[in-house]
């Protein structure tokens, strides 16, 4: 068995199936160096297909944000002790937990516009699940607030939306490839 010098590192010989004459370091640097190269690649891969698919999520984005507005006003709206009610008050939940689970993770923090529907979607479901569906109308205090909520969500999309096009019509010079 080669013995090793405490000074350098110990060599690999004694492990079955391990390159003779190799140090953890050679390995190590082997390793790291493939891993470097990969994530290159997969960097410059998700540069070149980010451009429309950004855009598009984007435009989802805004587009679904602005249905869900548009439904929570009118689940605010209607009279949920009605019996008629109760059928659009678990699809308007369904469609809320759905809203909610796309984008938690997927939306950046700047986009406050998220932020302001997640609280109302959050404050009307809880009001269902502590009340029932059907069962409670919303207090006067909770549905001015939340009516607040929706009314800044509305010009915080608007206003994420127009950054958005103004950002996506800026022209990038191309870049010149010295080498």
Do not use: C
Not at 31 to 42: E, K, N, V
Not at 48 to 76: C, F, H, P, W
Not at 115 to 126: K, L, P, Q
Not at 151 to 172: C, D, G, I
């Amino acid at each position: 068995m080669p013995v090793a010098d405490p000074n350098t590192s110990m060599p690999l010989d004694h492990h079955i199936g391990s390159p003779p004459g190799k140090t953890y370091e050679d390995i190590h640097r082997r390793d790291l160096l493939a891993l470097g190269l990969f994530l290159t690649a997969a960097q410059a891969a998700g540069e070149a297909s980010a451009g429309q698919s950004n855009s598009q999520l984007a435009d989802q984005y805004y587009d679904r944000t602005a249905e869900m507005v548009g439904r929570i006003k009118e689940v605010l709206d209607t009279d949920v002790t009605n019996d008629d009610s109760v059928g659009k008050l678990e699809d308007f939940k369904k469609s809320a937990n759905a809203y909610v689970a796309d984008y938690r993770r997927l939306v950046s923090p700047g986009q406050k516009s998220f932020a302001e529907v997640y609280g109302v979607v959050t404050a009307m479901i809880g009001h269902f699940t502590v009340f029932g569906l059907g069962k409670k109308p919303f207090p006067a205090k909770l549905k001015e607030k939340q009516e607040k909520r929706l009314a800044l969500a509305e010009k915080l999309l608007e206003r994420e939306l127009a950054r958005e096009r103004k950002v996506a019509n800026v022209v990038h010079p191309p870049t010149a490839f010295v080498g």
